[in-house]
């Protein structure tokens, strides 16, 4: 059982991945072919190394979607909307003219693509069977949450889980980590045709920026990196400042709550979050049974509530959510969870974004090295986040632990130990003031560690900003991108 949080894994540093790959077999000087694919859209796919180390060894295909400038031309646009496990090819193609600020879309190419393991490109496999993603996401355990014998039948299904993956995958499940992806970026800057790479990533997709911009710090262009992770950052140090993130938010959206006549919270703020914690305490008891048949546990509602924090446009979804489950239907709980998890109403999943998720960290993250016991790692997780944070933790922080400690490769390249990417252009790192996903001092932390950060706050709710309609955040981006213009100063949006 995983939750993908759209950006929840941050790694932990590592030593310097060495100097940029060498093109001795090809791969940036390979043939590109676009084809129309949609209005205003082209696409095609590119090879890239299994293993940048021995790009002899073989090759993976990584799939890419162009939507074309409108006006005159001034470069390409690599966008990445975070993950592990998101895809850019998606993003793209289904944004359309929208997929940035106007004058942007005016002004480049904006390329999305499906990272390696992602999607359309190469993908990781692990379960075939949708049936058996089901039981992973939302199976129940005989042995209560949050005991050793849970512990001890989470490790038989992430082993399980595990050998599913490499079965299905093979090598490429050793080579997800942030710096072969990187490689990848800077290997389609040049097969583009640009001297250096524009670059807007969101969320996890900062992090991708972080490294290509400490790797290729002579290669960087125009980046904006919305939503920041700090990479230098432990994943138990992230995961549990994120859940405290997430925390902030429920309170932010109760105090909204609480001044509608509608809301099912009474009393003060704290005392209906206590009312929440103690739905998440008491629903196992409960076993309330979705029309399909699956029992709801605390672990699925943690995931439920947590997908309606990442903005504010979700809250009135989270309200009837709760209302419905005060009449003991869980319906919308499991609506929640499954668009979470990228689920369809039918029981087919739509992506393999959950999967490249504990893949993805795994390959980058040092949970196998952290000398903590899961169970220790939750209480501390549970401090640090009282009302959701032990619940969020169940289907996510337990379910990457466990795998990490039996998954069957080592970790991926090696990652830098520094982002100051000393010789870079301007970077501009948005940070929103209470995202609960990224929170906003790891943007803060980010701009600092880049010798060329420009830090840009947007004061409120929600995880990334730019594009979304905050005019402040907007212009600033907008002007970056197509004239260079960088603030003097934070505009404090």
């Given at each position: 059982?995983?939750?993908l949080?759209?950006?929840?894994?941050?790694?932990?540093?590592?030593?310097?991945?060495?100097?940029?790959?060498?093109?001795?077999d090809?791969?940036?000087?390979?043939?590109?072919?676009?084809?129309?694919?949609?209005?205003?859209?082209?696409?095609t796919?590119i090879?890239?190394?299994?293993?940048?180390?021995s790009?002899?060894d073989?090759a993976i295909?990584?799939?890419?979607?162009?939507?074309?400038a409108?006006?005159t031309?001034?470069?390409?646009?690599?966008?990445?909307?975070?993950?592990?496990?998101?895809?850019?090819w998606?993003y793209?193609?289904?944004?359309?003219?929208?997929?940035?600020?106007?004058?942007?879309?005016d002004?480049?190419?904006?390329?999305?693509?499906?990272?390696?393991?992602?999607?359309?490109?190469?993908?990781?496999?692990?379960?075939?069977?949708?049936?058996?993603?089901?039981?992973?996401?939302?199976?129940?355990?005989?042995?209560?949450?949050g005991?050793?014998?849970?512990?001890?039948?989470?490790?038989?299904?992430?082993?399980?889980?595990?050998?599913a993956?490499?079965?299905?995958?093979?090598e490429?499940?050793?080579?997800?980590?942030?710096?072969?992806?990187?490689?990848?970026?800077?290997?389609m800057?040049?097969?583009?045709?640009?001297?250096?790479?524009?670059?807007?990533?969101?969320?996890?997709?900062?992090?991708?920026?972080?490294?290509y911009?400490?790797?290729?710090?002579e290669?960087?262009?125009?980046?904006?990196?919305?939503?920041?992770?700090d990479?230098?950052?432990?994943?138990?140090?992230?995961?549990?400042?994120?859940?405290?993130?997430?925390d902030?938010?429920?309170?932010?959206?109760m105090?909204?709550?609480?001044?509608?006549?509608?809301?099912?919270?009474?009393?003060?703020?704290?005392v209906?979050?206590?009312?929440?914690?103690?739905?998440?305490?008491?629903v196992?008891?409960?076993?309330?049974?979705?029309?399909?048949?699956?029992?709801?546990?605390?672990?699925?509602?943690g995931?439920?509530?947590?997908?309606n924090?990442?903005?504010?446009?979700?809250?009135?979804?989270?309200?009837?959510?709760?209302?419905?489950?005060?009449t003991?239907d869980?319906?919308?709980?499991?609506?929640?969870?499954?668009?979470?998890?990228?689920?369809?109403?039918?029981?087919?999943y739509?992506?393999?974004?959950?999967?490249?998720?504990?893949a993805?960290?795994?390959?980058?993250?040092d949970?196998?090295?952290?000398?903590?016991?899961t169970?220790?790692?939750i209480?501390?997780?549970?401090?640090?986040a009282?009302?959701?944070?032990?619940?969020?933790?169940?289907?996510d922080?337990?379910?990457?632990?466990?795998?990490?400690?039996?998954?069957?490769?080592?970790?991926?390249?090696?990652?830098?130990?520094?982002?100051?990417?000393?010789?870079?252009?301007?970077?501009?790192?948005?940070?929103?003031?209470?995202?609960?996903?990224?929170?906003?001092?790891s943007?803060?932390?980010?701009?600092?560690?880049?010798s060329?950060?420009?830090?840009?706050?947007?004061?409120?709710?929600?995880?990334?900003?730019?594009?979304?309609g905050v005019?402040c955040?907007?212009?600033?981006?907008?002007?970056?991108?197509?004239s260079?213009?960088?603030?003097a100063?934070?505009?404090?949006?």
């Amino acid at each position: 059982m995983v939750v993908l949080a759209g950006c929840q894994f941050f790694p932990a540093p590592q030593q310097s991945s060495g100097p940029p790959p060498t093109d001795s077999d090809g791969f940036y000087s390979q043939t590109v072919q676009w084809e129309r694919c949609g209005t205003g859209l082209e696409c095609t796919t590119i090879k890239a190394p299994v293993d940048w180390d021995s790009p002899a060894d073989g090759a993976i295909d990584l799939a890419l979607v162009k939507h074309l400038a409108s006006g005159t031309k001034q470069g390409s646009l690599l966008l990445n909307p975070g993950g592990p496990g998101g895809s850019g090819w998606d993003y793209v193609y289904y944004s359309g003219d929208s997929v940035a600020g106007a004058s942007v879309v005016d002004a480049y190419d904006v390329i999305g693509w499906d990272p390696r393991g992602v999607g359309q490109s190469t993908g990781v496999e692990c379960y075939t069977d949708d049936a058996d993603k089901d039981a992973q996401l939302y199976g129940t355990f005989d042995s209560a949450y949050g005991t050793e014998g849970w512990i001890d039948e989470l490790t038989v299904e992430m082993k399980d889980f595990a050998a599913a993956c490499e079965a299905n995958t093979g090598e490429l499940l050793g080579n997800l980590d942030a710096a072969s992806n990187a490689k990848d970026m800077d290997m389609m800057r040049a097969l583009v045709g640009d001297e250096k790479l524009n670059y807007l990533g969101y969320s996890y997709g900062t992090y991708f920026g972080a490294v290509y911009a400490e790797l290729f710090p002579e290669n960087v262009g125009r980046f904006v990196l919305d939503g920041a992770v700090d990479p230098l950052q432990t994943d138990i140090q992230s995961l549990t400042f994120q859940m405290a993130g997430f925390d902030s938010g429920l309170r932010a959206y109760m105090t909204d709550c609480l001044a509608d006549s509608a809301c099912p919270f009474t009393g003060t703020v704290d005392v209906a979050l206590g009312q929440v914690r103690s739905a998440l305490e008491t629903v196992d008891e409960q076993k309330l049974v979705n029309f399909d048949d699956r029992v709801l546990d605390s672990a699925t509602l943690g995931t439920a509530i947590i997908g309606n924090l990442y903005s504010e446009s979700y809250w009135p979804t989270l309200t009837d959510m709760f209302a419905e489950l005060k009449t003991g239907d869980p319906t919308l709980t499991f609506q929640s969870a499954d668009s979470y998890n990228q689920r369809s109403a039918n029981g087919t999943y739509e992506s393999n974004s959950s999967d490249v998720y504990i893949a993805a960290t795994c390959a980058d993250g040092d949970f196998a090295s952290d000398p903590e016991s899961t169970l220790t790692r939750i209480d501390e997780i549970d401090a640090a986040a009282p009302i959701l944070g032990r619940y969020a933790a169940y289907d996510d922080f337990a379910v990457l632990d466990v795998a990490c400690n039996n998954w069957p490769y080592p970790r991926g390249a090696d990652l830098p130990t520094t982002f100051e990417a000393n010789g870079a252009g301007p970077i501009l790192v948005i940070g929103t003031t209470n995202d609960p996903a990224t929170p906003y001092s790891s943007s803060v932390s980010l701009a600092k560690q880049l010798s060329s950060g420009v830090l840009i706050t947007h004061e409120g709710e929600g995880h990334t900003v730019y594009n979304q309609g905050v005019a402040c955040v907007d212009d600033v981006v907008d002007a970056y991108f197509v004239s260079g213009t960088v603030p003097a100063a934070d505009p404090m949006c």
